[in-house]
Every structure is written in structure tokens, then in C-alpha cells.
Nanobody, 115 residues
């Protein structure tokens, strides 16, 4: 089992920035990838960004150039720096870890972009 704990959500004005963090614990050996997904009200959960253990990153087209994912393997944490936030970025953001073809999820953190 892998446990994930997120932090850093909140309310921010359009154009502002937030940083999300996620700490992994438990059976963290051989985690293949970590990342972030988001789910807006009434919509499906979608990929935001992932980082594979070799450092390869992948972003949703809607966040490219604005969001940056990073991973500290020594600390087993993953962070998402979100800049130039837009109202359409409002959602619950979930941390994800994939290990042995199994997905693990955090509890989610609310990000609201509004003036």
C-alpha cells in the first residue's frame, strides 16, 4: 500500500499562483510515477501532470507553460507549481502514485480560482 497526503490548496485570484505538495509513505519502493489529476464539479477526473521515475514529465495541454511538476525522490514527495491560474483551473486536485500497475490516490485538495 501507498499512502498519499496532499497539501497546499486554497482560494486564489485569477493570475495568481499556488503550490501543491504530496508526500508518499508506505510501500514506496518502485513507485513508477507520481502525478496530479483534477476533477471539476460534474466532470470526470482528468490528468494534469505526471512525472515518471526517470524524470520524464507529461502535461495536459491546458496547463502547459503554466504548471510545473517536480519530484524529490529522496523525500518521496511531488509538487505542482501552478502559475497564471484561471477560473477554469478550479477543481479538486488529487495526488496519484502508480506502483505495480496499481493506482493510489490522495484525499484531494480544493483549488478555487475566483475574484
Amino acid at each position: 500500500q501507498v499512502q498519499l497526503v496532499e497539501s497546499g490548496g486554497g482560494l486564489v485570484q485569477p493570475g495568481g499562483s499556488l503550490r501543491l505538495s504530496c508526500a508518499a509513505s508506505g510501500s514506496i519502493f518502485s513507485i513508477y510515477s507520481m502525478g496530479w489529476y483534477r476533477q471539476a464539479q460534474g466532470k470526470q477526473r482528468d490528468l494534469v501532470a505526471i512525472i515518471i521515475r526517470d524524470g520524464t514529465t507529461k502535461y495536459a495541454d491546458s496547463v502547459k507553460g503554466r504548471f510545473t511538476i517536480s519530484r524529490d525522490n529522496g523525500q518521496n514527495t511531488v509538487a505542482l507549481q501552478m502559475n497564471s491560474l484561471k477560473p477554469e483551473d478550479t477543481a479538486v486536485y488529487y495526488c496519484n502514485a502508480r506502483r505495480d500497475f496499481t493506482d493510489y490516490w490522495g484525499q484531494g485538495t480544493q483549488v478555487t480560482v475566483s475574484s
